[in-house]
């Protein structure tokens, strides 16, 4: 194979699929199950470049000549590289020996398979006001072909790309990824509780491959997710910024710093997504740390903990162009209004309300019901002393003071 030096002109932005599903068994180390293999695949792509988003894992059935062959596991990973295409390819296939894969029969069981799914290319703006060219990548070599030429009709591989970019145009066919997954014929992929890997460090915000923010002029925008606990406010805040990220906008998110629920510098979902956020105990902190940083979307989670002069702060931020996501509980446990999310729900552009499944009767729940006695003021992340209720089921604990959950 002819290995070109990289490309330093630019960068590349790699869409891959990754699959397995038989055991792999190191010779002086315990096998590896079909998810272990991918999550330590994953990880192992950071010796190619930077993983920016991962999909969950998903469950498919084989496809091809091979039927009698256990289902397979299927995910998609972006990679933000320097490597050009044909040392990224070689890259892959090397990750792919590293994890057992031998190419015996054609489609049959298999440990690891890395596929390069699309490519990208940005180039740097001409100048620091013009934000950074990026361009799909067309390619047909004896080696490889890009787009990937069965791309468009594989489930295992459109369903977990259409999970973090489903807007994303193939550049052949000019179709969206989420509109070729609709139009495929009815098939087996099913979608598992796990993400394919969360990143043990941050991922690094891409600003711009210049280091030049691409801010969109004019007003910003402001959002709030609200509901009851265990309504996914924080997964759907972190999907968001995964968006921004991937169409290359830097971010930045917040916490209050008396969440203690996990490691102090990231917030997490109860479905066990993760990713950084910064603690920060005032929202002065929050100021002072904006002040220094250029992010165009800026992501808050348990914004009920804040106090009001979070208002005048957000409204500034949008009136200087940026998009605030805020992610917070709408009421307390009395079942009020909850500090200053109602007034930022009057103040937004859009409002998610969402709900979650009363524990009760399986309602849709727009309660949070704390269980016991307890009288403390915040139970931050005390999951087993709440639970999601519909109205019916909901029993307020009525003496309490608004302001406290
Ligand atoms: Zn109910």
């Known amino acids: 194979m002819h290995l070109k030096l990289p490309d330093r002109s630019g960068t590349w932005r790699a869409y891959l699929g990754l699959g397995g599903n038989v ?84 489609k049959g069981p298999r440990t690891l398979d890395l596929d390069l799914l699309l490519l990208e290319k940005t180039a740097p703006g001409e100048s620091p006001s013009i934000a950074p060219f990026i361009e799909p990548v067309c390619l047909e070599t004896p080696t490889l072909s890009l787009p990937h030429p069965q791309l468009h009709c594989r489930r295992f591989v459109l369903a977990p790309l259409a999970e973090i970019c489903p807007t994303l145009v193939h550049p052949t066919l000019r179709r969206t990824i989420a509109d070729l997954l609709v139009t495929l014929p009815p098939g087996g992929a099913e979608r598992l509780p796990d993400p394919l890997f969360n990143p043990p460090a941050p991922v690094a915000p891409i600003t711009s491959v210049a280091g030049h923010p691409r801010r969109a002029p004019g007003p910003g925008r402001l959002e709030v997710i609200t509901g009851p606990m265990f ?29 203690t629920r996990n490691a102090p510098e990231r917030i997490s979902s109860h479905s066990q997504q993760v990713r950084a956020a910064t603690p920060v105990a005032t929202v002065h902190a929050m100021q002072a740390a904006l002040s220094q940083d250029p992010a165009e979307v800026i992501g808050i989670d348990e914004t009920q903990f804040f106090a009001q002069d979070l208002v005048p702060l957000l409204q500034s931020l949008v009136q200087h162009g940026r998009r605030v996501i805020v992610a917070g509980l709408d009421m307390t446990f009395a079942g009020e209004p909850f500090g200053v999310v109602p007034q930022l729900m009057a103040l937004a552009d859009d409002v998610s309300k969402l709900s979650a499944v009363c524990t009760i009767c399986g309602a849709p729940a727009v309660h949070s019901q704390r269980l016991g006695h307890s009288r403390a003021t915040v139970l931050v992340g005390a999951q087993e002393a709440y639970e999601a209720r519909c109205r019916l089921h909901f029993e307020p604990a009525g003496t309490t003071p608004a302001g406290e959950l």
């Open 231 to 259: 309504s996914g406010k924080s997964e759907e805040l972190m999907r968001r910024l995964r968006r921004a990220e991937i169409a290359r906008l830097h971010t930045v998110c917040f916490k209050p710093s008396l969440d």
């Open 23 to 106: 055991p792999y068994a190191p010779p002086s180390a315990p096998p590896l199950t079909p998810v272990q293999t991918l999550t330590r695949a994953c990880e192992a792509l950071g010796e190619l470049g930077t993983v920016v988003a991962t999909s969950h894992l998903w469950r498919t059935d084989p496809v091809g000549p091979v039927a009698d062959q256990p289902p397979f596991l299927n995910a998609v990973a972006v990679l933000d590289t320097n490597l050009a295409p044909h040392l990224l390819l070689a890259g892959l296939l090397a990750l792919e020996q590293r994890f057992g894969r031998t190419r015996t029969i054609h």
